[in-house]
């Protein structure tokens, strides 16, 4: 099988999230646990932007062993200059470098025509090449950008010397059969596709990130670049986690695999949860609180018959773990298993009598809570005492 590695930018594009600043220290934890996680390469940074940015880049490099370090430049001299420094001490460094390719950006952002970029491209890769080995081009706004320059300008950074094309969906607007086709397009129009590697860059504006990033390596990518509880700008990136459990458990569908530890899914979402003060949503894919929760009675009956029924990814292989909250949608099945776990033996008998009195605490309370259930046994208890005298 293929493997599909990821590239992480949870501290660089994670970074550019509204209230989002991690320490050095935090960087360096954090690239640590990415590198345990099986992540290939982790973006630390944007070196020029600020000094604290160059020393976490660097400190990084220092830090991680096996993982590529990556800084992130425009295609500026000081840009580019500031991650071949920065990235000195990395076993394994890497640049990544890119430049707006869409007519908008092109046009109101930039004001540079197609040929000045390309020039600009020429200048600035083969400068690079110089010093680096390892260059991620990304043409910005792709998924924007007309096919024929974007095949173009690609063409030319590969022929400068990048080892590896990335796709960014910048502003979060394609769908993921448009970015299959994308690939596809290029594939059949860049002369050495497979001589170099392919990424894709999916943000999540319209609630796309996953689909399309996955639709990218059915298509040719073999690296997704995307951050931890898909942080960033506006309303993020694709989430690591999500995308790596969705090739997991469909990994026949894919005929793909990754590297990453998926047991320590829970553990580095909490962690960037907490350094970055941002809570997970209890309903998040794979990592929120309620993600192997069932509440309906059907639902708890058939998972207590056979977990599988109803669910398609173990809480243990992502370091997670299963909850059957009891609430007034639970049936008699979880509730008798909930008391047996409490220590309570009772009958059939006794449960068709306590069904209607837990129903009736649940409408009140939601979910019926462990000192709840004591309760409302002491009651029953009792009262069997009373009725059999
Ligand atoms: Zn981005």
């Given at each position: 099988m293929?493997k ?18 991690f ?11 990415l590198?345990?996680?099986g992540i ?8 020029a932007?600020?000094d ?18 990556v ?13 071949i420094?920065?990235?000195q001490s990395?076993?394994h ?6 430049i707006?390719t869409?007519p908008?950006?092109?046009e ?7 040929k000045e970029?390309i ?9 690079t090449?110089?010093?680096m080995?390892?260059i991620v081009?990304?043409p910005e706004?792709a998924t ?10 690609i ?7 990048a080892?590896?094309i ?11 059969e448009?970015y299959g086709?994308?690939?596809d ?6 002369k ?6 392919w990424?894709?860059?999916?943000h ?5 990130a996953?689909a399309?990033a996955?639709?990218g390596i059915?298509?040719?990518a073999?690296e ?8 960033g700008?506006r ?30 899914s ?8 907490s ?5 997970i949503a209890?309903?998040k894919?794979v990592?929120g ?7 309906s009675g ?13 669910e398609?990814l173990s809480p243990e292989s992502?370091g ?5 909250p009891l609430?007034k949608l ?5 509730i008798m298993v909930?008391l047996?776990e ?9 449960m ?6 837990f129903?009736?605490i649940?409408e009140?309370t939601?979910?019926v809570?462990?000192?709840e259930i ?7 208890w009792?009262e069997?005492?009373?009725k059999?005298?």
């Amino acid at each position: 099988m293929e493997k599909i590695t990821f590239y992480d930018t949870t501290m660089r594009d994670g970074e550019q999230t509204i209230g989002v600043n991690f320490s050095i220290e935090d960087k360096v934890q954090i690239a640590k646990a990415l590198e345990n996680y099986g992540i290939s390469a982790i973006e630390a940074g944007f070196p020029a932007a600020s000094d604290q940015d160059y020393e976490g880049v660097q400190q990084v490099s220092l830090a991680v062993k096996n993982a590529s370090v990556v800084g992130l430049a425009r295609m500026v001299r000081k840009d580019i200059d500031a991650v071949i420094k920065s990235t000195q001490s990395a076993q394994h460094p890497m640049i990544h470098i890119f430049i707006a390719t869409s007519p908008i950006h092109r046009e109101y952002k930039l004001h540079m025509t197609k040929k000045e970029i390309i020039n600009k491209v020429i200048e600035e890769v083969t400068y690079t090449k110089q010093f680096m080995n390892e260059i991620v081009f990304s043409p910005e706004d792709a998924t924007r950008t007309e096919y024929h320059f974007l095949a173009e300008i690609i063409q030319v950074a590969i022929d400068c010397g990048a080892t590896m094309i990335n796709l960014p969906d910048t502003v979060g607007y394609t769908t993921p059969e448009e970015y299959g086709e994308m690939f596809d397009y290029l594939k059949s129009h860049v002369k050495n596709f497979d001589q170099v590697r392919w990424s894709t860059h999916t943000h999540n504006d319209l609630g796309m990130a996953t689909a399309n990033a996955l639709a990218g390596i059915a298509h040719g990518a073999t690296e997704i670049q995307g951050t931890i509880n898909g942080i960033g700008e506006r309303a993020g990136n694709v989430d690591i986690i999500e995308a790596a459990a969705a090739i997991h458990v469909r990994k026949q569908k894919f005929d793909k695999q990754t590297m990453i530890s998926l047991k320590q899914s829970k553990k580095i979402s909490d962690m960037v949860s907490s350094k970055t003060n941002m809570p997970i949503a209890d309903n998040k894919p794979v990592t929120g609180r309620n993600a192997f929760a069932h509440e309906s009675g059907i639902h708890q009956d058939g998972y207590l018959k056979r977990p599988e029924t109803y669910e398609i990814l173990s809480p243990e292989s992502v370091g997670a773990t299963a909850s059957l909250p009891l609430g007034k949608l639970s049936g008699s099945h979880a509730i008798m298993v909930k008391l047996s776990e409490m220590g309570y033996s009772i009958s059939r008998d006794d449960m068709a009598y306590i069904l209607p009195i837990f129903k009736k605490i649940a409408e009140k309370t939601n979910i019926v809570s462990d000192d709840e259930i004591k309760k409302m046994m002491q009651n029953f208890w009792s009262e069997k005492v009373v009725k059999n005298v």
